[in-house]
């Protein structure tokens, strides 16, 4: 069986490597020079257990995220062959209600706790699955004298400790790429933009094109993991998104910290378009502030090919005013001059969800990020991931999809 995996990023990647190993033959293609090299390397890679989600009444959302979290590293162990505990992970999160929260610390806190007790009962039969954290310790509320020491008290409301941790995106790719290029079954097609494609007789056919021109690909099954991508070929076959969307531009500020610095902590700002701190073990920092990192908006079904990488002066406005707004809140980054800083990085890329109206609006349904997974016609499967946490779970549920149903014929 040969599958035609369409998108080079952490989705596409993942299924072309769950199909691989189950014996399928697999042609991965992606538009750019190197397979994951933009969106994916542009976030903080958190592996998100659901605590950023009190927009969420409901808990759907919180509940899809944890199913991902916890087969996010047991799905790196088997494919990759490297112990979770071997990547760059960051400090564990702590959650900070900031004085403009859409939700006030209470409701907040509340929210955290129930959470915590679900990825507990999720957790029960996979103690180790999380990175090999303990998930059973209690979340800790902080002390108006430890939030003193970390925060500042004028704009931090409430501060909870969680066991959630982020994934170095950069570190991750590589040994992602490493494993694709070596594995016997995965043949990799990069600058390759795809055109469109079609199904006829239950087989699918794709057209691609490079700078050589327009070229054919036949295949049994196709997997549509394009990211900013994915709407305009669905329609292309007929697939009619039948509900709002937004594309974000958004970026993230990383460095690597000077040593006689001392470390932030990782601190995810709730709930609202605020930003986060992530301090990853091997010195690395991402920092993001949503009201100047948030650059642009589309509802086109393609939006604009976005720059990864902002040029200036717009690079240096990120840096200045992302590094201003933080250290306002985290007062141990106050003393750093980010001009100053070595590899300072602006980098970003579109942020693809459901919603007609941004996080600023309570009722956004950017709030609820449950209404993704796998849609499957015939042969032509279109996996809408969500977040970077729910690739590796949505790549298991599409290719067993597809290796089942051959088995089944």
Same mark, same amino acid.
């Given at each position: 069986?040969?599958?035609?995996?369409?998108?080079?990023?952490?989705?596409?990647?993942?299924?072309?490597?769950?199909?691989?190993?189950?014996?399928?033959?697999?042609?991965?293609?992606?538009?750019?020079?190197?397979?994951?090299?933009?969106?994916?390397?542009?976030?903080?890679?958190?592996?998100?257990?659901?605590?950023?989600?009190?927009?969420?009444?409901?808990?759907?959302?919180?509940?899809?995220?944890?199913?991902?979290?916890?087969?996010?590293?047991?799905?790196?162990?088997?494919?990759?062959?490297?112990?979770?505990?071997?990547?760059?992970?960051?400090?564990?999160?702590?959650?900070?209600?900031?004085?403009?929260?859409?939700?006030?610390?209470?409701?907040?806190?509340?929210?955290?706790?129930? +959470?915590?007790?679900? &990825?507990?009962? $999720? @957790? !029960?039969?996979? /103690? #180790?699955?999380?990175?090999?954290?303990? *998930?059973? +310790?209690?979340?800790? &509320?902080?002390? $108006? @004298? !430890?939030?003193? /020491? #970390?925060?500042?008290?004028?704009?931090? *409301?409430?501060?909870?400790?969680?066991?959630?941790? $982020?994934?170095?995106?950069?570190?991750?790719?590589?040994?992602?790429?490493?494993?694709?290029?070596?594995?016997?079954?995965?043949?990799?097609?990069?600058?390759?933009?795809?055109?469109?494609?079609?199904?006829?007789?239950?087989?699918?056919?794709?057209?691609?094109?490079?700078?050589?021109?327009?070229?054919?690909?036949?295949?049994?099954?196709?997997?549509?993991?394009?990211?900013?991508?994915?709407?305009?070929?669905?329609?292309?076959?007929?697939?009619?998104?039948?509900?709002?969307?937004?594309?974000?531009?958004?970026?993230?500020?990383?460095?690597?910290?000077?040593?006689?610095?001392?470390?932030?902590?990782?601190?995810?700002?709730?709930?609202?378009?605020?930003?986060?701190?992530?301090?990853?073990?091997?010195?690395?920092?991402?920092?993001?502030?949503?009201?100047?990192?948030?650059?642009?908006?589309?509802?086109?079904?393609?939006?604009?090919?976005?720059?990864?990488?902002?040029?200036?002066?717009?690079?240096?406005?990120?840096?200045?005013?992302?590094?201003?707004?933080?250290?306002?809140?985290?007062?141990?980054?106050?003393?750093?001059?980010?001009?100053?800083?070595?590899?300072?990085?602006?980098?970003?890329?579109?942020?693809?969800?459901?919603?007609?109206?941004?996080?600023?609006?309570?009722?956004?349904?950017?709030?609820?990020?449950?209404?993704?997974?796998?849609?499957?016609?015939?042969?032509?499967?279109?996996?809408?991931?969500?977040?970077?946490?729910?690739?590796?779970?949505?790549?298991?549920?599409?290719?067993?999809?597809?290796?089942?149903?051959?088995?089944?014929?």
């Amino acid at each position: 069986m040969h599958v035609g995996v369409l998108g080079g990023g952490l989705q596409g990647c993942c299924v072309a490597l769950a199909l691989a190993e189950r014996g399928a033959r697999v042609t991965l293609f992606d538009k750019n020079d190197t397979l994951l090299s933009r969106a994916a390397v542009a976030n903080e890679g958190k592996i998100h257990l659901g605590y950023m989600y009190a927009g969420d009444p409901t808990l759907s959302t919180a509940k899809t995220m944890m199913a991902g979290a916890l087969s996010f590293a047991p799905f790196l162990e088997r494919y990759l062959g490297r112990r979770a505990q071997s990547f760059s992970v960051s400090v564990p999160a702590t959650y900070v209600v900031h004085r403009d929260s859409q939700r006030g610390p209470e409701d907040v806190c509340a929210y955290l706790k129930t +959470v915590h007790r679900l &990825v507990n009962e $999720a @957790a !029960e039969e996979r /103690t #180790e699955a999380y990175f090999g954290k303990d *998930l059973s +310790v209690p979340l800790k &509320v902080l002390s $108006a @004298a !430890e939030m003193e /020491t #970390e925060f500042d008290p004028a704009i931090v *409301l409430a501060a909870v400790s969680t066991p959630e941790i $982020a994934i170095n995106p950069v570190a991750l790719a590589q040994t992602v790429r490493n494993c694709i290029s070596a594995h016997p079954r995965i043949e990799v097609h990069c600058n390759h933009t795809v055109i469109g494609a079609k199904q006829e007789c239950g087989k699918m056919t794709v057209l691609t094109e490079r700078t050589t021109g327009p070229s054919l690909h036949h295949f049994d099954h196709v997997v549509n993991a394009l990211w900013d991508g994915r709407f305009a070929l669905n329609e292309s076959l007929g697939y009619r998104v039948n509900r709002p969307w937004l594309h974000r531009l958004k970026y993230g500020v990383s460095f690597r910290l000077p040593e006689e610095v001392r470390p932030p902590p990782s601190a995810t700002v709730v709930l609202g378009p605020f930003g986060e701190v992530v301090t990853y073990g091997d010195g690395v920092i991402y920092l993001t502030w949503y009201p100047v990192c948030l650059q642009a908006i589309s509802t086109d079904v393609k939006p604009p090919d976005w720059d990864t990488y902002p040029g200036e002066p717009l690079r240096s406005r990120i840096l200045k005013e992302t590094f201003r707004a933080v250290s306002e809140i985290v007062p141990s980054l106050r003393d750093l001059d980010p001009e100053e800083i070595p590899e300072a990085t602006v980098k970003g890329g579109a942020i693809v969800a459901w919603g007609r109206t941004d996080i600023y609006d309570p009722a956004s349904e950017l709030h609820r990020r449950f209404e993704i997974g796998v849609t499957t016609d015939g042969s032509f499967h279109s996996v809408d991931p969500g977040k970077l946490t729910m690739a590796p779970y949505f790549a298991e549920i599409c290719a067993e999809r597809i290796c089942r149903g051959r088995l089944e014929r």
